[in-house]
């Protein structure tokens, strides 16, 4: 059984920092592409950072130069480090692994909240 789950996000006040962790059982990551996603109340989920098994990475323009995403293939895990953190980041935080090539698979975690709040 496959299974995803984040860990990390809590309340933190603007211009904080939080890491939030993803760690797989069941599929091995280095062969997936891997996202974080997050949802705010009442808006679409979106992309937030994007790390390729090749290890490009991408980021949603809001977010550039304060996250990070990284991956720890020894842990199974991906992290995304979140510094300078604003109000308009709360959002609930899902990580996904996903790959279009045998073994096809789209996998993603149960969320963690992060409100960014004074």
């Known amino acids: 059984q496959v299974q995803l789950v984040e860990s990390g996000g809590g309340l933190v006040q603007p211009g904080g920092s939080l890491r939030l962790s993803c760690q797989a059982s069941?599929?091995?990551?280095?062969?997936?592409?891997l996202g974080w996603h997050r949802q705010a109340p009442g808006k679409q989920r979106e992309l937030v950072a994007l790390i390729t098994r090749g290890g490009t990475i991408n980021y949603v323009d809001s977010v550039r130069g304060r996250f990070t995403i990284s991956r720890d293939n020894a842990r199974n895990t991906v992290y995304l480090q979140m510094n300078s953190l604003k109000p308009e980041d709360t959002a609930v935080y899902y990580c996904?692994?996903?790959?279009?090539?045998?073994?096809?698979?789209?996998?993603w975690g149960q969320g963690t909240q992060v409100t960014v709040s004074s």
């Open positions: 069941g599929i091995i990551l280095s062969i997936y592409h």
């Open positions: 996904n692994a996903a790959r279009v090539a045998v073994p096809v698979g789209d996998y």
